[in-house]
Structure formats: C-alpha cells, structure tokens
C-alpha cells in the first residue's frame, strides 16, 4: 500500500523523511510557508508531490489547509520538520486521528523549565533552575542558581543565545542580549522568558531513538565534541560514544526514564546529556531526529534507518517493508564541523581535496562558500562551514580522526 505522508516545514535531518519515503514510492505532502525565513530546499520540492503553501506559523491556517488536502486523499502520518513545528505535527495528528504526540508532552519538550519540572518530578536528577523575563528578576535568580550558570532562551533550538556565566554582569549582558535579539528562526522571535540554570560540568552526549507501542528503545550514545564556553557550539558528534559498556548502559536508562517523564509516547526523540560526577544528568530533550547528521551516523553504526522507523511506527506499515532496518557498514563513525574561527569570511580551506579523498572519508560538505559572510562570535550552528563524515574501526580511532581532520585543514581568512 502505497502511503501519503506529511512534513511540516521540513529542515535539515527532517529532510530524511521526505528522502526515505520517496525512496518507498510513497506519496509526500509538504507543508511550507515558501517566503521569508520559511523556504524548503530545491531538493525537497522537486521530490514531494504535492506543496501546500500555508503559513506554517498559525495553527489554525495550517489546520485548514492540511484537512482540506487529508479529504481528497488521505494523509496517514504526520510528522515535525524541525524543532519548531512539534507543536503543529501533535495537533494536526490529533485533527486527523493519526499517532502522534500528547498536548502536555508537547509542552514539556518545548519549553525547557516544563521539561526540568516533569523530569524532577519522576525523581531524576536535573540541574537548578529558574525563569526570568525582566532584567529585575535576575540577580535573584542568579543567587538562587549559583555561578558558573546557564542563560538560554526557554524555547529555543541549535544552542541559539546558550552561553555561560560566571557573573552578575555576565548574566545580565546575556538576558539583555536575548531581549535585544532581532533575527528570527523561522519567522519566529525569541520570548521574554529566560532560564537561568545551573552549569553542569562534564562530557556531553546524547541518547538517540524512538518510542513504539509505548517502549522506549535507545539506539545509539553519542559522543558530543564541543567548541570553548562560554558558547556551546557542537563541533562534532562520535556515534557510538568511545565509553565503557557499565557506563553507556547506565546513560541510555536515564534517557529512557527522562523519555517517560516528560511523556513522549511515539516518534523520535532526542536526549542531550552530561556525566557529571559519574551520574548522568539531563542538558534537555527533544521530540525529534537528532541533528548534525546523528541519524546517518547511527545508521551506518546500528543499521536501523530512525525517518523509516517511525514512519512504520506512525502508518502502521510492515517495518520491513518500509524498509526500517538495514545493514551496518562501519564499526564507528563521526562528524567533524570547521568554523573560520571568528573570521568574518574564509578564501579557502587548504588540505580539503586531499582529506576528504581519504577512503574513510564518507562525504565532505561546505556548508558556507568562500567569500560569504559568517557570524563572527561562533555562538550557534550558523556558524559552521563545512562538515565532514567519516568512519573508523574502534569509537576511540573515531576520536582521534576527529583530532586529525582539524589539523589537516587550514581555513585560510580572506
């Protein structure tokens, strides 16, 4: 039977979807704004077969022109095309009776102090936390938090406006920097409201998988290669993460508890998270696939294809028809990310012909060309220039490729 499957303003690894479900012959609606901050790659045009141009930002346009299309011919799953349309995929799977997620998991994995609430709740172990909206309320906040701290906007996405600090004044220069911001993702401002929380030292990681018939099963740990705080940039992802088997078991089964808690019954998630003091402890959680091409990784590591996976989980077909599980094909893999390193712009990056010829190179992609402008400050995904994946034999040679990618390409400033 052939499936008719919507994605709503897809981006970046929600793209899969699309890429995954074409390959099945099966039918794909877009949902996509098609102006302003709000344009689905030529790719994805060229490859769905039918675009609804609605605005993707209200819920109520949005909803009428999807059931308008579901009574011609019917959609039988739903699903986000990135962060922010979580929300629209759980309402428009409830309009059409289709699987999908419930309005309070919904809230809980939007907004982040709802989700540190809901995980303490179930007797997990999560930094301190507040919420700010004026500049008045901060030095409060900060005294009850404590420094090193967290600022970060309390639905936001892609490590945008994250940052560290380690003072008042710190603190104050980051909440009034959240306020002042102007740029839109997605159309979409930035809220008032702020979290203020605690630091958490330790290595970063995230547990990546899916949530069937209510079970919740973890399929890759990833190792997190961050750049220097107080930004949080991601550099880098090692999947699976080089960890000992007591340990990776022992993140995996917070994730699954963390999953629970916050009530994500179907679908993707994505659970970002530190090991602090030898216990694992929630950065935060996401009812989506992971970014930074994590899904390809655990693809080629497990063979488990996670868009395919929940597409069955959603439509109801066979999972080996839909063709969710394939073979591995390396024992470990990784991305390295290259920024230009606060430059304004970049002329070249020098060794790039040569490492990506490399035969454990898998693909190497310039992600900003030469001579366009780049953020200088390096504070979010924007940032990044190009991005390499690769192979390895053991999660630890993955590490040290990752090491050797930054060394043999210079990025050479204009």
Same mark, same amino acid.
């Given at each position: ?58 819920? /109520? ?48 994995? +939007?907004?982040?102090?709802?989700? =540190? ?11 301190? %936390?507040?919420?700010?909206?004026? =500049? ?10 404590? %420094? ?38 997605? /159309? ?62 022992? =993140? ?16 993707? %998630? ?23 091409? $994590? ?15 929940? =597409?069955?989980? $959603?439509?109801?077909? /066979? ?48 992600? $900003? ?31 040290? +490729? ?13």
């Amino acid at each position: 039977m052939p499936y008719r499957v919507l994605v709503v303003q897809p981006a970046f690894s929600a793209n899969a979807y699309i890429a995954h479900a074409r390959s099945l012959d099966w039918d794909v609606v877009v949902a996509s704004y098609e102006a302003e901050g709000r344009r689905v790659a030529e790719s994805v045009r060229s490859a769905a077969t039918e675009m609804i141009m609605t605005d993707t930002n209200s819920g /109520d346009v949005l909803e009428a022109a999807v059931v308008q299309s579901h009574q011609r011919n019917a959609i039988h799953a739903v699903v986000a095309g990135g962060e922010y349309y979580v929300p629209a995929a759980a309402r428009l799977s409830a309009r059409l009776g289709l699987p999908g997620l419930a309005g309070t998991a919904v809230d809980q994995v +939007r907004h982040k102090a709802r989700m =540190l609430e809901a995980v303490a709740a179930a007797g997990l172990h999560v930094p301190r %936390f507040t919420v700010v909206r004026e =500049l008045a309320e901060l030095d409060a906040a900060c005294a009850y938090v404590g %420094f090193p701290a967290v600022i970060k906007p309390v639905d936001s996405g892609g490590s945008v406006h994250v940052s560290r600090v380690d003072s008042f004044e710190e603190a104050r220069r980051a909440v009034s920097a959240i306020h002042a911001e102007e740029g839109l993702e997605f /159309d979409r401002p930035l809220t008032a409201d702020v979290m203020v929380e605690q630091y958490v030292a330790g290595t970063e990681y995230s547990a990546d998988g899916y949530v069937s018939s209510g079970e919740v099963t973890v399929v890759a740990v990833t190792r997190k290669l961050l750049g220097p705080e107080p930004r949080f940039l991601e550099l880098g992802h090692l999947t699976p993460a080089p960890l000992d088997e007591a340990v990776r078991h022992e =993140l995996a089964s917070y994730a699954v508890d963390v999953v629970k808690a916050v009530g994500i019954t179907t679908g993707p %998630f994505h659970c970002e998270l530190r090991l602090s003091e030898g216990r694992p402890v929630l950065i935060e959680v996401a009812a989506r696939l992971p970014g930074g091409k $994590i899904t390809e990784l655990m693809e080629m590591v497990t063979g488990l294809r996670l868009p395919g996976k929940v =597409l069955a989980d $959603i439509t109801g077909a /066979d999972p080996r028809s839909a063709a969710a599980h394939g073979e591995p094909v390396a024992k470990a893999t990784g991305i390295r990310f290259l920024t230009a390193g606060g430059a304004g712009s970049y002329a070249r990056l020098e060794g790039w012909d040569e490492l990506t010829s490399e035969p454990w190179v898998v693909g190497g992609h310039v992600l $900003i060309e030469p001579g366009a402008g780049i953020k200088t400050d390096e504070t979010d995904y924007s940032c990044r220039i190009a991005a390499v994946v690769f192979t390895a034999d053991s999660p630890e040679e993955a590490l040290e +490729r990752w090491s050797e990618i930054g060394d043999r390409v210079r990025v050479v400033s204009t």
